[in-house]
């Protein structure tokens, strides 16, 4: 008797009559919150590397502040183009530490992305004998990335923000508050929490689609 089922309603891979998976994307969350609490410690040291970029970040931007606030002492008797060169040089230095500060956030957190997704390719393989399918891995790991990051962006920023901040209490005392305008902290935070989260994704995006890729079978043999 002739099947009356839909050839349409469940697409195969290849020939082997595996079906494909398709979730939505609130499946999708919920699996990646539920990968994250079953690799805890895993996943903290994976966010403790987009922390730490965050922290020396933040703490950067809130000295950039700081600075760009403080009045510039005439001990010496200097010309007003002398104590303009001075400034200037001091933005300069400043604009030199942030781009540093950028430079190593961003390869603290590709190489920490780069390590949670290589070690995880046994689990791929075994998603992939399951009927999931590449994009739905690429969905999850960016998902789990990106909470990850935003995270330990917060995080990271608020370290970075109180130790910049406490440096600056013990060296001039109470009118340090006078030199943190709330809306240039704000636009530090948000900038802060913006490039941890962008960052984490885009460095996520390339080992995860190169897993994805593998097959099966070599994802199954992986060492990593």
């Given at each position: 008797?002739?099947s009356s089922?839909d050839p ?25 919150m ?10 903290m ?16 931007l809130?000295?950039w502040i700081?600075a ?7 001990e010496?008797?200097l010309s007003q183009?002398?104590l ?5 040089e001091?933005?300069m230095?400043?604009?030199w530490l ?5 430079i190593v ?15 995880r ?11 999931a399918?590449?994009?739905f891995i690429?969905?999850l790991?960016?998902?789990e ?15 970075g923000?109180t130790?910049?901040?406490l440096?600056e209490?013990?060296r001039?005392?109470?009118?340090v508050?006078e ?9 530090s935070?948000?900038?802060?929490m913006?490039a941890?989260?962008?960052?984490t994704?885009?460095?996520t ?8 890729k ?8 992986s060492?990593?």
């Amino acid at each position: 008797m002739p099947s009356s089922r839909d050839p349409q309603a469940e697409p195969l891979i290849g020939g082997a009559g595996q079906r494909q998976v398709h979730l939505p994307l609130r499946k999708a969350f919920a699996i990646a919150m539920q990968n994250i609490r079953v690799r805890f410690w895993r996943s903290m040291i994976t966010a403790a590397g987009v922390l730490l970029g965050i922290a020396f970040l933040g703490s950067t931007l809130t000295q950039w502040i700081i600075a760009s606030h403080t009045p510039v002492l005439n001990e010496g008797g200097l010309s007003q183009q002398a104590l303009a060169i001075q400034k200037q040089e001091a933005q300069m230095r400043q604009i030199w530490l942030v781009s540093m500060s950028l430079i190593v956030c961003t390869v603290g957190i590709a190489n920490s992305m780069l390590m949670s997704v290589t070690e995880r390719f046994k689990e791929i393989g075994t998603m992939k004998c399951l009927g999931a399918l590449d994009s739905f891995i690429v969905k999850l790991f960016l998902l789990e990335a990106g909470f990850l990051g935003l995270i330990a962006s917060f995080i990271g920023y608020v370290i970075g923000f109180t130790g910049a901040v406490l440096m600056e209490l013990i060296r001039v005392g109470p009118d340090v508050w006078e030199r943190l305008p709330p809306g240039e902290v704000l636009l530090s935070f948000l900038g802060s929490m913006l490039a941890g989260g962008l960052l984490t994704v885009l460095a996520t995006i390339f080992p995860a689609r190169q897993a994805a890729k593998l097959p099966p079978a070599a994802a199954l043999r992986s060492e990593f």
